[in-house]
């Protein structure tokens, strides 16, 4: 079974950056596809952005394009979601996906 771990949460103010990663457990990393998903209080779970598996293609949601960027290190078997001014809308937890595996979140929150 694939574990998902993700860190790099925080606080930031309006305009900042933070990177978050995504530690994935598993001997075929480079062949997963891993996705990028936030869920504010009091709303549904969104689709953030997604990496294909290595050498494939990277989406976005029209909401973070141009801000976030997705990458992925298949020998740290890691994904990482570069996020760029921030903005008070962004607040939420931040899980990361593979298949219906999930992480436990890591809270991100911009102050205005």
């Known amino acids: 079974q694939v574990q998902l771990v993700e860190s790099g949460g925080g606080l930031v103010q309006a305009g900042g950056s933070l990177r978050l990663s995504c530690g994935v457990s598993?001997?075929?990393?480079?062949?997963?596809?891993v996705g990028w998903f936030r869920q504010a209080p009091g709303k549904e779970r969104e689709f953030v952005g997604a990496?294909?598996?290595?050498?494939?293609?990277?989406y976005y949601a029209d909401s973070v394009k141009g801000r976030f960027t997705i990458s992925r290190d298949d020998v740290e078997n890691t994904v990482y979601l570069q996020m760029n001014n921030l903005k008070p809308d962004d607040t939420a937890v931040y899980y990361c996906?593979?298949?219906?595996?999930w992480g436990q979140g890591t809270q991100v929150t911009v102050s205005s």
């Open positions: 990496i294909a598996r290595s050498g494939g293609n990277i």
């Open positions: 598993g001997r075929t990393f480079s062949t997963y596809a």
């Open positions: 996906r593979v298949d219906n595996n």
